[in-house]
């Protein structure tokens, strides 16, 4: 059976005046399918977000989410969407279930009230006004006026910012439910945790473009795994060993040099290594040896040079 595809973007492009925002991105996102957008600030997430959600016409290339385009056919894509965005207003002096009950209002076949209150966890705080919820609460809020339409499409702008991590837990557990049943969602995040623990497959954003996309394990894959450790005071930096082929790079921190070297497979690279350091009755200061992440990828990815695209 071929997989349906709730979300498809094809050669995207967004200008504000004279900037361009959106540089040409193209990804697809399955019925039923977590992916998650990250980008360093001003990547273009929101923008392509917005195009997503309906709120902006493509500058060019080709956008469907549901089959419909989302800015033309709006009335039939909107009711099958929820929208978290990343400031929601509420008013102040509404109760919780207050605001759920005027957005039921407008709300084709709403969930109940409760329902969605005890789906994010916020039962108990149904007769406080919303001023006086916490960061982490309003964005549960926010989250359950999302899931009032019973949404096929969930787009999640950064959901879990300002919550502990006990609430982003608990947010990432009532997502994961979501999925499970079906739902599909876009999620931008600046919580690189959040899309290892979350997505099926992601993208990096910078600059308007995407830099790389995959599941978790493509996009860390051939980065290289990392090993660093003080350079001992006896030993010149043109001494130090080529790890497999591997030539350290040298930062100075605190005073001390650091070797680092990336190197695909910790285990060989790590026993030539500590032989090295045997040989030469050396203590290596320091020493810490970790696979290659997500992080990684993000913060290399982030460091590209403006104009080298
Ligand atoms: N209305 C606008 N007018 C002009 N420029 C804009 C407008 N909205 C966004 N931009 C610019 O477009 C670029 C992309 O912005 P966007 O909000 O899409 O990025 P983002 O990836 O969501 O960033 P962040 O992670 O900081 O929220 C930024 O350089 C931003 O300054």
Known sequence: MQTKQAIQVSELRQRYGDFEAVGGISFEVAEGELFALLGTNGAGKTTTLETLEGFREAGSGTVRVLGHDPYRDRRVVRPQLGIMLQEAGFFADLTVAETVG?????????????????????RGKAEVRTRQLSGGQKRRLDLALALLGRPRVLFLDEPTTGMDPEARHATWKIVQELVAGGTTVLLTTHYLEEAEHLADRLAIMHRGRI????????VVAGQGDRITFRVPERVQVADLPALRGA?????IDGGRA???YRVQGLQGALYDLLRWAEDHRLELDGLQARSASLEDVFLRTAATPEGTR
Not at 102 to 122: C, H, I, K, N, Y
Not at 247 to 251: F, L, P, S
């Open 211 to 218: 830099e790389v996309a995959g599941t978790v394990a493509e």
């Open 247 to 251: 030539v350290a790079d040298i930062v």
């Open 102 to 122: 005027q957005w039921r209002r407008f709300t084709p076949s709403p969930r109940g009230g409760d329902e969605v209150l005890a789906m994010v966890g916020l």
């Open 258 to 260: 650091v070797a680092g």
